[in-house]
């Protein structure tokens, strides 16, 4: 069971907006540590999507969005892309563990 | 071009060693912690092991306490992880991971294939 809690699957169907929730406790993303999220697409290694919470690295368009509230955090991707179809993951830190954590992943579907 | 590429893995037996390396290219490896995070196959990722950039620091999850072994060269920007006693729940791809400025996973590697089995 990861610390970090998502959903297992999130749908949409192109040009819509879809939304993967990133819940932990007062240890980890409630303790302010910055949360993160990598997008792994079918067969390949995981790749940095968003960081410190609502930043995206050089290259990634700017459908893709992060945001943190309390002990919890979301990616948004507007104007769905059959390529966007992928599994998600959240990132932070957790104190009481003195590691970093993984959320257990969402996989998308492009419907 | 920033790079990291991983080699090494394979079938084992159960009860037996693998080394892993990952080789860097592209940035002053010397200056930055290096992870090695796996997944096994259909599940999600897993920390597996962490060593600061001048290795005075180094943690392991609990499931690899005392089997495995991270270590790095600096001078010929290789790292390094020793696996023994390995189990069938080590099966897995196994990357490595820089942790960069933005204190994320800003580069991955490839991923290298281990299995145990006999």
């Known amino acids: 069971q990861s610390v970090l809690t998502q959903p297992p699957s999130v749908s949409g169907a192109p040009g819509q907006r879809v939304t993967i929730s990133c819940t932990g406790s007062?240890?980890?993303?409630?303790?302010?540590?910055?949360v993160h999220w990598y997008q792994q697409l079918p067969g390949t290694a995981p790749k940095l999507l968003i960081y410190?919470?609502?930043n995206r690295p050089s290259g990634v368009p700017d459908r893709f969005s992060g945001s943190k509230s309390g002990t919890s955090a979301s990616l948004a991707i507007t104007w769905l892309q059959a390529e966007d179809e992928a599994d998600y993951y959240c990132?932070?830190?957790?104190?009481?563990?003195?590691?970093?954590?993984f959320g257990g992943g969402t996989k998308l579907t492009v419907l | 071009e920033v790079q990291l590429v991983e080699s090494g893995g394979g079938l084992v037996n159960p009860g037996g060693s693998l080394r892993l390396s990952c080789a860097a290219s592209?940035?002053?490896?010397?200056?930055?912690?290096m992870y090695w995070v796996r997944q096994a196959p259909g599940k999600g990722l897993e920390w597996v092991s962490s060593?600061?950039?001048?290795?005075?620091?180094?943690h392991y999850a609990d499931s690899v306490t005392g089997r495995f072994t991270i270590s790095r060269d600096n001078a010929k920007n290789l790292l390094h992880l020793q696996m023994n006693s390995l189990r069938a729940e080590d099966t897995a791809v196994y990357y490595c991971?820089?942790?960069?400025?933005?204190?994320?996973?800003?580069?991955w590697g490839p991923g290298t294939m281990v299995t145990v089995s006999s």
């Open positions: 990132q932070s830190y957790d104190s009481s563990l003195s590691v970093r954590v």
């Open positions: 060593i600061s950039s001048t290795s005075s620091y180094i």
């Open positions: 007062s240890s980890n993303i409630g303790a302010g540590f910055d």
């Open positions: 991971a820089r942790v960069g400025p933005t204190v994320a996973f800003d580069i």
């Open positions: 592209g940035f002053t490896f010397s200056s930055y912690s």
């Open positions: 410190g919470n609502n």
